[in-house]
């Protein structure tokens, strides 16, 4: 098992938009996949723990995971951590509490990659995590100790090495 973790927001991030659950028995909407985000899961897991860490609140583990079945990534994720089952959605602090408890690392062995910067990055550095905003709509970048920007998942590695990784 990898002494690190790299968790990824899944709406915006992963997936193009939040996934549709159609309702029991009918499985996920069919939503593409963000360019570069199937690469950058499979690579990674390859060397880290790689979770989803989402706001979802109404679906089980394997439901959200089941929604990347198309994708051929399912079996890359080690964990979920949801609102649904944390208690407390993104950014909050019992959130990533919960995370971290449930990995076993201490929050600097720990990455989020998301697309909003309140919710997955400014909580999750908050809590002494590392952060990586995926900021695929404008040319900004927000740039400190702990948080870098990315444009593409093609920077993703350049972004891990910048911080130590």
């Known amino acids: 098992m990898f002494d690190r973790a790299l968790l990824f927001d899944w709406g915006g991030t992963l997936m193009e938009t939040m996934p549709v659950y159609l309702g029991e028995g009918r499985g996920w909407s ?25 706001n979802a609140s109404e679906s089980s583990d394997e439901e959200m995971l089941a929604a990347f079945e198309p994708l051929g990534i399912q079996n890359c994720f080690s964990a979920v951590y949801s609102f649904g089952r944390a208690g407390r959605p993104k950014p909050w602090i019992e959130f990533w509490r919960y995370a971290l408890n449930d990995l076993q690392l201490p929050a600097g062995k720990v990455v989020m990659i998301g697309d909003s910067y309140m919710d997955d990055i400014w909580g999750a550095t908050e809590a002494g995590l590392y952060g990586i905003w995926l900021n695929l709509h404008s040319d900004e970048r927000r740039e400190k100790e702990r948080v870098r920007t990315i444009h593409s998942f093609a920077e993703l590695d350049d972004a891990l090495l910048s911080l130590g990784f």
């Open 30 to 54: 069919t939503v593409p996949a963000v360019d570069g985000a199937v690469e950058a899961v499979q690579k990674a897991s390859e060397s880290w723990r790689v979770a989803l860490a989402t």
